[in-house]
């Protein structure tokens, strides 16, 4: 692959990796993007664009590589560093302020100022021109940012961006929360900047935005940079190939044959705020039914309402054919209806990383090692041993901090501390995100052992690969509804994709047909 | 005009805890005048001055550490020593007076100083910092006067604890405050003047620098003030020096009113712990990033107006903690409305 | 040297350095007798014995807190929980006296506890507010004036009696303290303070009713203040107005000396003893060496932010 892709390119990768506690996220990216173009980033989930942007944008430094702005070698020691080489990102968590003003937010980093301070008429002033240009005039500039909807504060966070005069922009998925006006104008403002000399990094999932948006499109898979090309050069069906790319990722175990199975979990027309809007599923015993769709579409409420995190659920569930509803996770995984939740987030919902292997394996079960209120050190320790086993975990010392650990086994002492209550309903939150290949093939090993020994699992992931390789059913979510169930052979990407979008399998079908994955 | 009230009516929303608070006051207030035996007259108002300007230097001087999430529990110590030093330095020749409200005030400064530098170098929490720090500002405070006592000029006294023409009759202003012009504000207290002066002269300016606006930015999400790449261990030394500044200030008119200095341990606790109250009951966040010093200062205002009422209602004065106690339980129960709300118990644990 | 270094866990840190700590302050305090005076008061059972009875009384309201701390929170109703026990213990008297103060600690735990689990006011403040309702009650029950009641004979038999020459306090102290180890350390309640002290989603989410937790802390602490309080009402043959005032600040000193981190999460109850035995004997040593509460102070608060300093350093390795 030839290096230098541009002859003056504004910003310059070589060689970059970057490497999260062992676990690869970018590998040996050559990348290149120069001014007055808009440049799209392609892959699908975890192939390392949110790394590109971050480290091109100061937020993380590479553990291998160069980053080169207009030739010069840069080493950014924080975001203010990149911005001052005039690298702005607009990131898909938001950087807002929420008990600040839209106009202190837009202005954060470099108020006008008169005599030392803050001039708040100028600040206003500037904040209502930066609105005005992307057609938010409704907003007001001494509104809080926490007073405003979703898709406003992601328009504050463009036009805060935009008051950086970026000769960069980085849009990480920043159209994915706008109404249609309001993508309409950024799109107009995006072409207007590239005709000011403005580069553009613009990452979406979707297809159609990119091919009116973009000039120049860039493809990455598992880390690594696959392809750049023009605009026109590849048909929307090579892209996609590139992207999902010919290899097998993973080595699934083999699913059993479609049976008709008992129904364990019953949801029926669940409903909660407007996250959830009718939910209806079954889920029998020895059966694996992957969530799928786009990221948000109701797949981690529908789980933490099965596991009594949230109040105000409408509708019902019902296990064995008593009701599943509860009011807490406690009751949850009460024998009554045990129920285990792996959640979405393990450093913060799963685990108490500074705490012992054993403190974190034995939080859900005390009560089975204890004899009365004392717990009783044999049986614990039987226990815990019993976990480590089972999951091979890897470890020094059940004493040691949960910390210490590697993602994977991070992940694993989670699931083992699950396993330790014997559910009967497992739900699963995304259980192999950033962690390793290996850990990942272990865990889908465990998970079809588990359905086998006659377990209900409900198994949402944003890993397509994943929802095939696994799943013995798809349940695809689209605005908290299910809009399809796939079963057996029906279970293919371009399923999968055509239902996360909502739209018809016709052209996804061909394109899958044609390239033979 | 209609832009004015747009202006108004957008901060109210913003504001309901501040506002909510000056309404409380106003009205409270209002009816101590009503119910007062003699009505309103400016007597009242300077001896409720005087007795509320310490308190609500101390409250402004512990919202600043809670709007970035923090607390302060050496503000009282901090006043206390002040006082100490301020009751042996304020007499003698202008100069010589004026030269120890300097030092007073610097003393503070330099204080709460340090307590930021040991908080922001050593990474260590404001609360136990302060808990240690406020230990050693005591014993400086005792070294300076180990029994209560002091000098301060009588003039100074009379001239910052009564109204504006005692002060210009004492100083000889404006024909010795019985010229005609003088006579409309001839009657506002002195130390309204001083608090609501040091208040707009210091913590108005300061909130619109771009250090004081990174105290509301660390207090709202300090992740996101990072990312957007704010001077954030200076406004946290910034918010600390502040708060001893005000501390300061407290200590300094303390000495004033009472001619003395008094290193009383359990006063310096009170003034600690009613000063939180304060910050609560003026629409401070506890959390950080909402509340402002002057909402801090009305919150005071509030805290000694219900103290005020034990003595014309003829309530036994015995009951007036327990009314204070049950008033800041009240106030900060309706806070919790939002966590019966909450959908997602998830959410509460953020 | 190193291999010993290794085999200790980061949590003791803290404990050996207050420990060390200790001892320096025995040896710097007889250093000082001996050259003034020739004798050696500080290393005597007898002497010793004294200060950890008076030490009991703060030792015992710093495991209470100690609870709290481990949750990351704090209560600052204690001086006048052990106010308000002692007051109705002894104005109540007879057999019922202790039973009742009791009762008085559970319920304001309990209050507490609702108001922080249940209404997620930050402790800090609600805290806060039922001290001074409780100070208020207090008042208006004894008119602002001493009780004139006096404590029972249990009571002070408790604070100030001694069985084989060792005060019962110290008894009462010791009794406490290896109850709560019992539960922090082996029984289910005690596993789930820490982990919602670490991370209240986490526990929550294992299915911990964190808010029975957080309520059955506030309620041992209440307890505890209670106990302190009528020690401290036997061992002054009554109870009196802000009797708990000056036990606050040292009991949250004690809890973080000791190695407890004050956002919640980790600490050993062993820790909060030893931090107790040093304050005691920080006191103790000042007050021989006559030193005026001026320089009590300063050496007070110069100690606590010196160790705060060195544990901080350490924890930013470990973690």
Redesign the interface.
Known sequence: MNTSLYEHPFVELNGVSKFYAGVRALEGVDFACRRGSIHAVLGENGAGKSTLIKVMAG?VSPTEGTLRVEGRACSFS????A?SEGIVCV?QE????????VA?NIS??D?P?RM???D?GAQNRRAEELLARINCEDV?P???VR?LSLSRRQMVEIAKALGKNPKLLILDEATSALTARDVETVYRVLGELRDEGVGMLFISHRMHEVEALCDRLSVFRNGKHIETFDRGERTQDDIVKLMIGREVEHQFPPKPEPVARPAHLIVSNLA??NRLNGVDLAVGRGEIVGLGGLDGQGQKELL?ALFG????VKGSASIGGNNALTL?PAEAKSSARRIALVPEDRKT?GLMLPMSITDNLLAASFSRVSRGPFIDPQKAKAAVAAGIEKLRIKAGSPDAAVATLSGGNQQKVVIAKWLMTDPELILLNDPTRGIDVGTKQEIYRLMRDLADAGNAILFYSTDYAELIGCCDRVAVMYGGRIVAELQGEAITEEAIIAASLNISTARTAAIYAESGV | MRSLFA?LG?SI??NRGFYGALAMFCIIYFFYHVLHPRGFSTNVLVANANESVALAFVAMAQAIPVLIGG?DLSVGAVMTLTACIASGLLHGSPEQIVFGMVVTVLTGTAFGFFNGL?IVL????P???T?????????????VR?SPGGRVDGDLNWALTNSLREFADVYGLADGGRADWFQPVAWVPVPLIILFGVAALVWV?FR???TG?TL??I???E????????PIARAKIAAFTLAGFFAGCGGLYLAIQTSTGN?DI?QA?AYT?NS??SV?LGGVS??G??GSAIGALIGALILRVISFYFRILAI?P?????????V??LA??L??VR??R?????E??? | MNAIINRIKPDDFPILIAGGFVVIILLAGTAYTMTVMGTAPLLTPNYLMTQLQIGAFLGIAAIGMMMVILLGH?D?SIPWTMAAAAMMATSVGGPAAIPTGLAIGLLVGLFNGF?VA?????S???T??????????M??HT??YAPQTEATELMRWLASGRVLGIPNALFVWAAIALIIGVVLQRTAFGRAIYATGNK??AA??SGIRTRWVIVGSFVVCGLCAAAAGMLLAGYSTRAYQ?MG?AY??PS??AV?IGGTR??GGSGRLTGTVVGVILIVLLNSVLSIMQM???????????V??GM??VY?RNA?ITS
């Open positions: 937020v924080g975001p203010s560093e911005v990131f938001l950087s807002l302020m929420p008990d600040l003003s202190d954060i980093s108020p100022r030392g301070l803050i708040r007001d001494r509104m809080l007073e909660w705020e933490l995190c949230l109040r105000g807490s919902e | 202006t957008v929303r913003q607390l040991v050593g990474r260590l929490q609360i136990i910092v808990l240690a720090t406020g230990a050693i500002a005591m014993g400086f405070a005792l070294l180990p300016p619109r620098t771009v606006r509301y930015a207090g709202s999400a992740g996101a003030a990072y990312m957007s790449g704010l290193a359990p606790g712990l939180i109250a609560v506890l959390l990033g909402i036994d015995l009951l007036q903690p327990l009314v204070e106690g049950i800041l339980l900060v129960s806070g919790a966590a019966l909450v959908k997602n118990r998830l509460l644990f953020r | 704090i600052l108001g249940y209404l997620r006011i930050p800090m403040i609600f806060l507010g039922v001290d001074t309702v409780l100070r208020g009650l008042v208006a008119g602002g209240e989603a929550y989410l802000g005032n606050l600040l949250i000193a973080v004050i956002l005026p509460e001026a320089g009590r102070q300063i050496i007070y608060g110069t606590i932010v705060l300093l901080g930013k």
